[in-house]
């Protein structure tokens, strides 16, 4: 949503399996007015194959990498593969399989002239350090009151916090698209809502007074907005606009860059606490959190060795 702008969604994105909801209905049929939803609901249907990219480059570990060389080294890869109810949408309550037949992955590689290669020997092979941001995804059990959720025992230097609530009724279904969130709206008659929230990294808030989502919406869409903008070398613009920030992907983002850090530098508690209208009316919901904190990659020489520490 942050990344790709709309004349970039309407071509080359497409190869990467993207295809913009425009609502929440989940028809198929030739009259769905949610043409995103349509188009993977067509690719799962009558043994298509669809051949699309996953660009290593925008997570953020490899993203540090863009002007940096890698001694000779081993990378292993865990790739998990979401469950065929998350990503087919059908209305017929027929089940559906997704195969993956082939997984390629593509790397480019540099050959060295003689005097490039004695300048790597010389120069490269050395101890090295540089920071990323590590993603995480904690996920909450399901529950319908408020209160408190507990993120994380342990983390160290968090810089940005994304916070969304989701109806347990999206989880594991061929008929709901599990990416649409309930944020702002819980049980989506606009009765049940969060009113209030805010974050605890250790033992500070931040922000220090509750963050009003009534109140705040527009100021956290645009602190949503200029996450990304401070670093988009992508393309321009966005898709996410305010109407379908406040009906389709309300997202909570909160700014922890200049929270003062442990002196110890030990990892510490974070916890997110909030209240809600009517907590009584609220279906059973799973609070989601993205946490992007800030790790060093270090390159140390043992020996005519170098190892990861």
Same mark, same amino acid.
């Given at each position: ?12 994105? $497409? ?15 030739? =009259? ?20 699309? /990219? ?24 865990? /790739?998990?593969?979401?469950?065929? @109810?998350?990503?087919i949408f059908q ?5 559906? @399989? /997704? ?43 399901? @529950? ?12 160290? $230097? ?18 709901? =698209? ?51 903008y401070r670093k ?24 922890? @860059? ?19 209208? $009517? ?31």
């Open positions: 949503m942050l990344d790709f702008s709309d004349d970039y969604s309407r071509s080359v994105a $497409k190869t990467q399996f993207w295809y913009l909801d425009t609502d929440a209905t989940t028809v198929t049929d030739n =009259n769905a007015t949610n043409l995103g939803m349509r188009q993977r609901a067509l690719l799962s249907h009558g043994n298509q194959t669809v051949e699309a /990219i996953i660009p290593l480059n925008r997570y953020a570990c490899f993203e540090s990498l863009s002007d940096r060389l890698l001694p000779p080294m081993q990378l292993e890869f865990e /790739i998990e593969l979401q469950d065929d @109810r998350e990503m209305n017929d309550g027929t089940a559906g @399989r /997704i195969v993956v037949r082939d997984f390629v992955l593509w790397v480019p590689q540099l050959h060295f002239t003689g005097k490039g290669l004695t300048l790597v020997n010389e120069n490269f092979l050395q101890p090295t350090a540089w920071k990323y941001m590590k993603e995480t995804l904690h996920v909450g059990g399901a @529950r319908r009151v408020d209160g408190l959720y507990f993120i994380t025992p342990g983390v160290k $230097k968090p810089k940005h916090v994304f916070v969304f609530f989701q109806q347990t009724r999206k989880k594991d279904t061929y008929t709901q =698209n599990p990416y649409l969130f309930d944020t702002f709206d819980i049980d989506g008659d606009d009765s049940a809502k969060l009113v209030s929230c805010h974050p605890e990294y250790g033992t500070s808030f931040y922000p220090e007074t509750d963050y009003t989502t009534n109140k705040y919406i527009m100021r956290n869409y645009n602190d949503l907005i200029n996450f990304r988009n070398d992508y393309n321009s613009g966005v898709q996410l606009h305010f109407a379908n920030f406040k009906k389709l992907y309300p997202v909570i983002y909160f700014d922890l @860059r200049n929270v003062e850090e442990s002196k110890t530098n030990d990892p510490e508690k974070f916890e997110f606490h909030f209240t809600l209208n $009517k907590p009584a009316n609220a279906p059973h919901f799973i609070i989601y959190a993205a946490v992007l904190n800030e790790e060093e990659f270090v390159l140390k020489k043992l020996g005519n060795e170098l190892v990861v520490v």
